[in-house]
């Protein structure tokens, strides 16, 4: 079964306005981290933020924000004031904590245009 | 400075070949993660290893093998079995230890099999 679902293939953006990608998941485990990152066109998965299951309050990072509504298992990225170095593909990503063996579950990713 | 590096940036192989792609890290990093990324898709897990001398099979391991015989280097040889090797494929590594430990990636090499 999928755990991680993004279910925006692309989107498009006006420079300097706010962006949101959805990210949805499935886990019976009640200790996870939720993790997003970001691929430009050459390749390289940059971390952007994280968010553990158990934080009482939302993780921001500068620009970015994660918008975690436990109950409906949504761990959606908010990017604010869009910049053209925003364009490419973004990722979430899972950890279920219970199985101690760190590995991520990557959704299919949503690709990102911002527009001048 | 610290980090993971991966070579070749592009390999070009003939069909019925085996090829080994490089992973190095330099972070003593105990943990290090082999993924296959085909166009516009997310990424699949081939194996991983914890620790030096131990690795598990992940999601697609099939026609993939690994070993880790030191900490900095988990080497993934792409063998003649795997029947669509053409992919970009992405090694990271993260501390054992810490819930809320992000992967580290390298830059990735690009498989094209002619």
């Known amino acids: 079964a999928q755990k991680i679902t993004q279910t925006q293939p692309g989107m498009f953006v006006q420079e300097k306005e706010a962006v949101t990608l959805d990210c949805t998941y499935d886990?019976?485990?009640?200790?996870?981290?939720l993790f997003w990152y970001k691929q430009p066109s050459s390749g390289e998965m940059i971390f952007l933020i994280y968010?553990?299951?158990?934080?009482?309050q939302n993780a921001t990072e500068g620009r970015y924000s994660l918008n975690f509504q436990k109950a409906r298992k949504s761990a959606n990225l908010v990017i604010s004031a869009s910049q053209l170095g925003d364009s490419a593909m973004y990722f979430c990503?899972?950890?279920?904590?219970?199985?101690?063996?760190?590995?991520?579950?990557f959704g299919a990713g949503t690709t990102v245009t911002v527009r001048a | 400075d610290g980090g993971i590096t991966q070579s070749p940036k592009y390999l070009f192989r003939k069909e019925g070949q085996n090829v080994t792609l490089s992973c190095e890290q330099n972070?003593?990093?105990?943990?290090m993660y082999w993924y296959r990324q085909d166009p516009g898709q997310g990424l699949r897990l081939i194996y991983y290893?914890?620790?030096?001398?131990?690795?598990q099979k992940g999601d697609i391991a099939e026609g993939y093998s690994v070993s880790r015989e030191k900490k900095e280097s988990f080497p993934l040889t792409v063998t003649s079995a795997q029947k669509n090797p053409t992919a970009f494929y992405l090694c990271?590594?993260?501390?054992?230890?810490?819930?809320?430990?992000?992967?580290?990636f390298g830059p990735g090499t690009r498989l094209t099999v002619l």
């Open positions: 968010q553990g299951s158990y934080d009482q």
């Open positions: 886990t019976s485990d009640p200790s996870y981290g």
């Open positions: 290893s914890q620790i030096v001398n131990d690795f």
């Open positions: 990271a590594s993260s501390p054992r230890q810490g819930a809320n430990n992000e992967q580290f």
């Open positions: 972070l003593n990093h105990d943990a």
């Open positions: 990503a899972m950890r279920e904590l219970s199985s101690n063996d760190y590995k991520l579950s």
